[in-house]
């Protein structure tokens, strides 16, 4: 989505990108969740070095695009030029469009552990502040919210209520119910996760 007004100065704006392969029901109310606590979000499908992934970088973000078109909220955007497999240089990115905004990067309870382990990590972590989001059966470890604050990291735990779907379990047994309506044209013009079969 292009055209957008700029953020005034000193505005938060919520960064969250995703495999969405394929983006779930779960997805759909993250972004809703999201949209409650922000004024502005900023959503895109990224490659991520530690997964293999069940479709193509182009398919993925064209579902994404769909949910969010979906969702029709002007402050929600698909801002694709944002994705990189590497967090750090989403951040680079969104810094340089939004330079004067407070950068909020979202995360699941369930990628916690990894984070200071990800490229550039402490200086990740001191170009945004972490919203980590509530994944059942990822429960916060005390261990890892205090490594984050020993290498500078400030977050917050946004009080969500996500669906317990999961996108590798829709890739492995395809269910309708766990797959947003929004999305389901491009998962049949496509042929993707073997889902056109199930019309």
């Not at 395809?174 to 056109?196: E, I, T």
Request: hydrophobic share 45%.
């Amino acid at each position: 989505m292009t055209g957008q007004s700029p953020l005034p100065p000193g505005s938060e704006i919520a960064l969250f990108g995703t495999s969405a392969d394929p983006p779930t029901l779960g997805h759909q109310a993250l972004l809703r969740g999201l949209l409650r606590r922000f004024p502005r979000v900023a959503t895109w499908a990224s490659d991520n070095p530690m997964k293999v992934h069940g479709a193509a970088l182009g398919d993925r973000a064209a579902l994404l695009a769909a949910l969010v078109a979906a969702l029709d909220d002007p402050r929600l955007e698909h801002a694709q030029e944002l994705s990189s497999p590497w967090a750090i240089t989403t951040l680079e990115r969104a810094g340089r469009r939004w330079p004067q905004a407070g950068l909020v990067f979202v995360v699941g309870s369930d990628l916690v552990p990894q984070i200071p382990r990800w490229k550039a990590a402490g200086d990740l972590l001191q170009r945004c502040r972490l919203a980590i989001v509530p994944r059942h059966g990822w429960p916060l470890a005390p261990a890892s919210l205090e490594e984050l604050t020993g290498l500078g990291g400030r977050f917050e735990q946004l009080p969500l209520a996500i669906p317990a779907t999961a996108s590798s379990n829709v890739r492995h047994q395809p269910r309708r119910d766990q797959v947003p309506a929004a999305v389901w044209p491009v998962l049949l013009k496509h042929n993707l996760y073997g889902l056109a079969a199930d019309r």
